[in-house]
């Protein structure tokens, strides 16, 4: 996005990329849908963000998800929103849009330097890159964007290397850790056998004050799913405190406490308990099985209390023992410590050395947020490098 940017405002760009093929975590990210953005009201969008939300603001006011949507369009691959407001193009699919861009980009004069690894600067502060064959490559431009990715998926490309070196030059790097990952719940083999890779639907899950509406998918060893992956941030900090987090999960989030309360008043008779809570309390098999795996292991299910029973129902504890690990996350926390970093992204340690996207610390859930913020960022170091160049040369 920074290469586009700055070709459109007549800088000779090249871009160095260790794999053999550019875009390759956004050909993952294709494997969803591609979901580029969001139409969130600008303020729930922006709370998004968390604790940088307050620095990332005017990066994303100055490329808007309405802006993306534009540059999408005029590619050729025509965007979306879906009901939920996820913003996609209508093929669904990344690899059309990768395509057109790079057609765009190698139009613009835009060169590509595959299989260069940057390993760092010289003692006269050119970068300096290994080739495919083991070589060394040195070339000093008149500024550099470092976008190297955080730590997540490192067979694509980004493995967190870069943190050492920069840390190396007396910046602050907070460690990479999973973000949109998954969690790891002790289940017994009668959940991993029958219920993984079942969806617990139009649920609601909280992890202390936060919550999040969706879905979860059961797994072999745990949860993944939108709503884990949003109250991430939370559940880490748990862990990090006592080793372990609980959330609590709304099966029926769609029936209030009293009409619950109401069905499950109904006597049981012969009914085994799995086929009265299907009927009574509407519940799928995964959520049954979830609801009796829990209440085998250490809650008491108060068959006898409908009250009691109902408000376990809307708040069923569910132990999470750790973070699935940064090999298959969707994101990562950590990174750069914005205090390294002017308004235009430049490190202020390393003048003429911007950064952009999951390098530096923020975090946002699934939804469209993480590719918006690294299309702005993006598009923020751009400007910012075009100004430090014009600032050289007067």
Sequence with gaps: MAAERLAAQGHSVTIYDRMPNPGRKFLLAGRGGLNLTH??????????????????????????????????????????????????????????????????????????????????????GALVFKNATGGQVVFKPDVTLLALGGASWPKLGADGGWASRLEAKGITVAPLAAANAGVLVNWSTLMKERFGGAALKRIVATCGSMEAKGEAIVTQDGLEGGVIYTLGPDIRQALAKDGKALIHLDLRRDLPLEILTERLSKPRGKQSISTWLHKAAGLAPAAIALFREEAATGVKAPFDDPVGLAKLLKALPVQIDGLKGLERAISTSGGIDRSELDDHLMLKRLPGVFVAGEMIDWEAPTGGYLLQACFSTGIAAANGMTAWVEAQRE
């Design 39 to 124: 139409t969130d009201d600008p303020e729930v969008f922006l709370a998004r963000y968390r604790e940088a939300s307050d620095w990332i603001t005017p990066i994303i006011d100055g490329f808007s998800p309405e802006e993306l949507r534009d540059w999408c369009d005029g590619l050729g691959e025509t965007s979306f929103a879906g009901s939920s407001g996820r913003v996609f193009p209508k093929s669904f699919k990344a690899s059309p849009l990768l395509r057109a861009w790079l057609r765009r980009l190698d139009g613009m004069g835009v060169a590509f330097c595959a299989r260069h690894d940057w390993q760092g600067w010289d003692d006269a």
